[in-house]
């Protein structure tokens, strides 16, 4: 299935998490969904501007929405789960006649039309699913243990973000199963890592991005695959400083949730920003590549005995 969406990066795709913008053009482009950049995007607020200016975080999201429907755009996904609440926020709020008069004097224009926006996750979704994922697959993670950490704000509110469900997300689940990999259980997919709380709140970031770390190596995972910048910064990033805090050693590659769908899809490692990560994949793609080997070779043992292939000992032998 080919489909054809607008396509608003966001700052921070645009550097701290310039892999998770390359790995999502190059998956989307591999699975059939064509990305148009919404034409001379800015920023939309994200996190900080609606605690300062409700009226002008509606202005900063709403001008993006122009640009996509100048463009002739009918429906914009982003990466960043930051961006998505920002733009569906401000989409939400132009329909009080107010709020809206208030972001058109700051605009200085009128405010765009209804715009749906959506994460690129729901777009691969519901646009590609775990079938056509399947489909496409060139090099099936088997072995790879992973904890889909869909973060606090990706799926929630519910009433405004309107995908998946707020308590037990599954879309990312489903298609890395389509990817070959072993999804673990995971209780704490939707809890906060502490967020942009890591600048003021150092301790508060330490303490929560802890208990999911923790919680994924009992687990089991090798890994933790994510789907916002600020989760991966957290987890990744300061996992050092977690560690110091928290007296633990966890070594826990946090991948974003494109970067193992790109590996799985055979796309070129240089598309994928695999050398970004601070904690490096290879190790437990080493590992999980020698645990399924090994699974394999049980199984290929146990056929052989259900088959008769293993010889007998002479005792065992009927009698003549």
């Known amino acids: 299935m080919s489909a054809r969406l607008g396509y608003y990066p ?21 699975l059939g969904i064509e990305l ?31 640009q996509a429907e100048t463009a002739g755009l009918d429906c914009v996904a982003t990466p960043c789960p930051s961006c998505l609440s ?48 399947a489909a496409q697959v060139k090099r099936p993670l088997t072995g790879l243990r992973v904890a889909c950490y869909y973060g606090c704000i990706l799926n929630r509110p519910p009433g405004l973000m309107a995908f998946d469900d707020p308590e037990n997300p599954v879309a990312m689940d489903e298609l890395l199963n389509a990817c070959g990999a072993e999804v673990v259980p995971f209780p704490f997919k939707t809890e906060c890592c ?15 991005s802890a208990r999911i770390l923790g919680m994924a190596q009992n687990c089991g995972a090798d890994v933790i695959a994510v789907a916002c910048p600020l989760c991966q910064m ?41 050398a970004k990560l601070v904690l490096p994949l290879a190790p437990a793609l080493e590992a999980a590549a020698a645990r399924a080997a090994e699974a394999e070779a049980k199984r ?11 010889p007998r000992n002479q005792e065992d032998a009927p009698c003549a």
Not at 10 to 30: I, L, M, P, V, W
Not at 194 to 208: C, E, I, S
């Open 36 to 66: 148009v950049d919404v034409p001379d995007w800015t920023c939309c607020g994200s996190t900080p501007a609606h605690t300062v200016d409700h009226h002008l975080a509606g202005a900063l999201a709403a001008r993006n929405l122009i």
């Open 194 to 208: 502490g967020a942009a709380f890591a600048m003021p709140r150092l301790d508060m970031m330490q303490r929560l």
């Open 300 to 310: 290929q043992a146990k056929a052989n005995a259900k088959n008769g292939g293993t």
């Open 86 to 133: 920002a733009l569906k926020t401000a989409d939400a709020h132009l329909c009080d006649a107010a709020y809206k008069a208030e972001v058109e004097r700051l605009l200085g224009r009128a405010a765009p039309g209804p715009m749906p926006t959506q994460s690129t996750l729901q777009a691969l979704y519901e646009k590609v699913g775990a079938q056509g994922v």
């Open 234 to 274: 957290n987890l990744d990033l300061r996992q050092g400083q977690v560690n110091a805090a928290a007296g633990a050693q966890y070594a826990m590659p946090v991948p974003y949730f494109t970067q193992l769908l790109g590996l799985a899809l055979g796309l070129p490692a240089a598309d994928l920003g695999l």
């Open 10 to 30: 966001g700052c921070s795709q645009s550097g701290t998490a310039a892999e998770y913008d390359s790995s999502t053009r190059a998956c989307c482009k591999a």
